[in-house]
């Protein structure tokens, strides 16, 4: 990851690579937001912004000479769109333009950015899109094209607020926050012939003992003893893989903790659709069905590492989805975890029986409340699109979700569960089916299915099917591939709690 400092000094003087400042629009044209530039050069560009290409639109990047009285070899323009009413710009905004600028610059050494943040939130969320947008995925690469795409070296942040004890502690936040989410993405993006149950479960325990913090305690079930313990959910998804399927629970507990939270998250490290198979366009990508599961672990970690009074428990349900010869079957009825039985009507509905067997060790360990986050149902993406994950569970728990979600700068919508559709979890031979009888409201059938588990307990369901993984171009501080979307409200979840 980027090296990260603060600095007061003037950003003209910063002798590095390049130097971002903020372009905005505005009703004149654009305006270079940076205070401390040459105040020809800024009525330069200003004048000259349509033959150059810049609108001061979000995620607009632009490169320019640095000019006269400027040490920095490039200079760099990042957009930031329309000022609020009160002359300020959305954190969120801050966050996307210092990401879409440090990710535009992979492959140089080093980098001060120059925009405007009133206070130490503001700030924060500066230092966040800087670190968030220094990725990149290159495990796979030659080594010459690994250079060209690695991530800027080191990010310097020219702010007043330089020597603020409260912005030294964001900055630290963000260090771990951006180690977390990146590290969800690395997991994400990782070929399925690398990372398969074992292997997931193998890294897990590898990231906690590098980790270096006390008060984390890993524990894996392999296939055997999963099938010992009745869980009938994993153990059915992943029989038709020769790689057999893990449970992988990380607990922290710290000292005197006010709160217990517990989060379960989906790891099918790849989805074929089992003997219900996928079409082969669908194929490729559901090597990130395992980002739930991703997301828990470094959350759990980022917890750990920033010392919250909150004790956390991660619980990582891992399968493959194959169809082989001992692949699950529709209309086999599998038994679960605490004894419900389950009628296999789609063997591609996988997800949500992994999830059921977490949910259920969850609730038996004792929690004040239970999360789970997965990469549940296409009809995620059919309602909300790529980018808004949906967000269900009791009323409460959603709500203080979407709040944390809210704060993160990641885009969740609470959705109903309408009580109608609970009727469609009826089974002829079982205490319920797996899959919804129509196509219709499928994320909010399987939050049903789900909400069996979990019985009088607080809890909220994350469904991030379309955000986890962007099929797309880069944008903001988002690269393509694995997102690590989850992370950031997670966490947020937690540090609230941890304030309550």
Avoid at 106 to 129: K, N
Avoid at 185 to 213: E, I, T
Wanted: charged share 20%.
């Amino acid at each position: 990851m980027a090296d990260l400092t603060l600095s007061g000094k003037n950003p003209t003087a910063l002798q590095v690579d390049a130097l971002v400042v903020g372009t905005c629009s505005t009703s004149d044209g654009v305006a270079v937001v940076a205070d401390q530039l040459p105040a020809d050069l800024v009525r330069q560009i200003e004048t000259l912004a349509p033959q150059l290409g810049v609108s001061g639109a979000t995620d607009e990047v632009r490169k320019l000479p640095a000019g006269d009285g400027i040490k920095a070899g490039v200079l760099v323009l990042t957009g930031l769109g329309e000022r609020d009413t009160d002359g300020t710009f959305p954190r969120e905004v801050l966050r996307g333009a210092a990401g879409a600028a440090v990710r535009e610059l992979a492959g140089t050494g080093s980098v001060a950015i120059a925009l405007p943040a009133v206070d130490e939130d503001e700030l924060a969320a500066v230092v966040e899109g800087a670190l968030l947008g220094a990725y990149s995925y290159t495990r796979y690469r030659g080594a010459d094209v690994a250079a060209k795409r690695a991530p800027v070296g080191s990010i310097e942040v020219v702010t007043s607020f330089a020597r603020s004890a409260r912005a030294k502690a964001a900055a630290v936040r963000a260090e771990v926050l951006a180690a977390a989410v990146n590290g969800t993405r690395d997991l994400v993006n990782d070929a399925p012939n690398d990372l398969y149950p074992a292997a997931f479960a193998d890294a897990a325990k590898a990231a906690v003992k590098d980790l270096g913090v006390k008060g984390v305690k890993v524990t894996v079930l392999d296939d055997k003893q999963l099938a010992a313990g009745g869980y009938g959910g994993l153990v059915g998804v992943g029989q038709g893989s020769v790689r057999g399927p893990r449970m992988v629970k990380l607990s922290y507990a710290p000292s005197k903790a006010t709160s217990k939270v517990a989060v379960v998250g989906k790891g099918i490290t790849f989805d074929t659709g089992g003997i219900s198979l996928k079409p082969p366009a669908s194929m490729p990508t559901m090597k990130s069905d395992m980002a739930g599961a991703a997301a828990v672990l470094h959350t759990v970690l980022a917890v750990a590492r920033l010392g919250l009074p909150v004790a956390v428990t991660g619980y990582l349900c891992l399968a493959e989805n194959m169809p082989g010869g001992n692949a699950q079957r529709p209309a086999d009825v599998v038994t679960m975890r605490g004894g419900k039985t389950v009628e296999i009507t789609n063997t591609d509905a996988e997800g949500r029986l992994v999830m059921a067997d977490g949910l259920v060790s969850a609730v038996e360990d004792g929690h004040d409340v239970v999360l789970d986050i997965a990469t549940l149902t296409g009809a995620q993406m059919v309602a909300l699109g790529h980018r808004t994950s949906g967000l269900m569970g009791t009323e409460d728990v959603r709500d203080e979700v979407k709040i944390a979600a809210d704060t993160a700068g990641e885009a969740f919508w609470p959705m109903p569960m309408p009580a109608e559709l609970k009727a469609g979890l009826k089974s002829n031979v079982a205490d319920m089916v797996n899959s919804a009888p129509s196509r219709w409201g499928g994320m909010l059938f399987a939050a049903h299915f789900l909400a069996e588990f979990v019985g009088d307990t607080p809890w909220a369901h994350l469904d991030i099917a379309g955000p986890s993984y962007n099929e797309g171009s880069a944008f903001g501080y988002t690269p393509a591939g694995g997102t690590g979307v989850g992370v950031r409200t997670l966490l947020a979840f937690v540090e609230a709690r941890a304030r309550a």
